[in-house]
Nanobody, 123 residues
Framework: VQLQASGGGLVQAGGSLRLSCAAS????????MGWFRQAPGQEREFVAR????????NYADPPKGRFTISRDNAKNTVYLQMNSLKPEDTAVYYC?????????????????WGQGTQVTVSS
C-alpha cells in the first residue's frame, strides 16, 4: 500500500490542523492505520491508531484529548484532527499502515509509511 500524507503547516499555539493520509495500492479497509511523529533529534513516536473499520482507537498521552484519529474507508483516507496545538507538537507527522492494530503501535512494527508532513506550532 502506498501512503500520501498532507495537511501540515505553520500554525499558532492554540490553533488546529487536520492531517490527511490517502492510501492506494491495496484494500484500505484491511489495514489498521496510525499516526506517528518525529521531532528533530528525537525518535519517531506513536501518536494515534485506528482499527480497520473504526471506531476502536488508541492515543498516546499526550496528546490524548486534543487529537482525534478517524478514517473514511470509502475515500481510502485516514485523518488526524489536531486541536489546541502546542509548540511541543512541532514535528514531522507520518501516517502508517499495518495488518493488525498492534502493528501500528510501535514504529519498528509498522509495515508501510507515508512520506511525512511538517507541522510547526509557533508560540
Amino acid at each position: 500500500v502506498q501512503l500520501q500524507a498532507s495537511g501540515g503547516g505553520l500554525v499558532q499555539a492554540g490553533g488546529s490542523l487536520r492531517l490527511s493520509c490517502a492510501a492506494s495500492g491495496r484494500t484500505f479497509s484491511r489495514y489498521a492505520m496510525g499516526w506517528f511523529r518525529q521531532a528533530p533529534g528525537q525518535e519517531r513516536e506513536f501518536v494515534a491508531r485506528i482499527m480497520y473499520s473504526g471506531p476502536v482507537t488508541n492515543y498516546a498521552d499526550p496528546p490524548k484529548g486534543r487529537f482525534t484519529i478517524s478514517r473514511d474507508n470509502a475515500k481510502n483516507t485516514v485523518y488526524l484532527q489536531m486541536n489546541s496545538l502546542k509548540p511541543e507538537d512541532t514535528a514531522v507527522y507520518y501516517c502508517a499502515a499495518g495488518p493488525s492494530f498492534e502493528s501500528v503501535a510501535v514504529a519498528d512494527r509498522v509495515a508501510y509509511w507515508g512520506q511525512g508532513t511538517q507541522v510547526t506550532v509557533s508560540s
